[in-house]
């Protein structure tokens, strides 16, 4: 039977598949319009079934705030090359999922694949895009964060984002966004030494006992200069003791407290796809 192009286009901007992928759908369907979503459908199961083994590690991390600014939420979705990663439709793809996640305030990564877009599950979605870019896609990371103010930053090229919120409301976007490029140029892994995790503690004075050990030190003196070693790296390491990267003779701890004495971090996400 003969596939009008109208029927082409539609099909198109149902699946996302490309043009002849759709009139082959259309034309194994007998023109049948539903049966051809289908196949194209049953065509990203069977490339996402051929590619499970692949590893999809360029894509896009993507972050976001709702107007009010006391939420945001950042995703990231992986893709195999950087080609398709820097494809419009594929970042459209990625804000469309997130767009979702924000709006039903999705709590986690499991809770943003059950969303239902379009009558299908992101999940499914994700499937279906497989079969229509013919690589892997993967949702490997969601996170949600609420404070009385919050900032997204995504660095040029999608392949670093922050979220950071704060303890106060209505902070001053170019503050917020300093502090946002701070934790994405500096990579804090804690807000402050009080929140750096026990293991990672015990792990720096491990490394910096060894160091000591190497260069000779006496086993007796390793405790006391390894406790040095970690001094420095609470001041390096964590988001309030590092020296703020706009003005290297203040702490963001400082300079936080030069715009409001009050004024603090309460969360930060980071999410680097070279890390």
Do not use: W
Request: hydrophobic share 45%; aromatic share 6%.
């Amino acid at each position: 039977m003969e596939i009008s192009a109208a029927d082409v286009m539609r099909l198109r901007k149902a699946t996302g598949a490309g043009m002849m992928d759709c009139k082959s759908a259309l034309a194994e369907a007998d023109g049948d319009f539903s049966r051809a979503t289908d196949i194209i459908r049953e065509k990203g199961k069977l490339v996402a079934s051929k590619r499970a083994d692949r590893s999809a590690t360029e894509g896009v991390v993507l972050a976001k705030v709702i107007e009010s600014k006391k939420a945001g939420a950042l995703l990231v979705l992986n893709c195999e090359t950087d080609f398709v990663a820097k494809n419009e439709a594929f970042v459209a793809f990625a804000y469309k999922i997130l767009d979702s996640a924000i709006a039903n305030n999705a709590a986690d990564l499991e809770a943003v694949k059950a969303l239902v877009i379009d009558g299908r599950t992101v999940e499914n979605l994700i499937i279906e895009q497989t079969g229509v870019i013919g690589e892997k896609l993967d949702l490997p990371y969601f996170a949600k964060l609420d404070a009385e103010t919050v900032v997204a930053y995504i660095h040029p090229g999608n392949k670093l984002s922050t979220l950071v919120g704060f303890n106060k409301a209505d902070v001053e976007y170019q503050v917020t966004r300093d502090i946002a490029m701070q934790v994405a140029a500096m990579n804090p892994v804690a807000i402050d030494k009080d929140d750096v995790p026990a293991e990672t503690v015990a792990k720096e004075l491990e490394i910096a006992k060894e160091k000591f050990r190497q260069e000779g030190k006496p086993e007796a003196m390793l405790d006391k200069i390894s406790q040095g070693a970690l001094v420095k790296f609470f001041k390096d390491s964590t988001l309030l003791n590092q020296d703020f990267i706009k003005e290297n003779k203040q702490t963001v701890k400082d300079f936080l407290k030069s715009v409001d004495k009050d004024l603090s971090v309460t969360a930060f996400y980071r999410y680097n796809l070279a890390d």
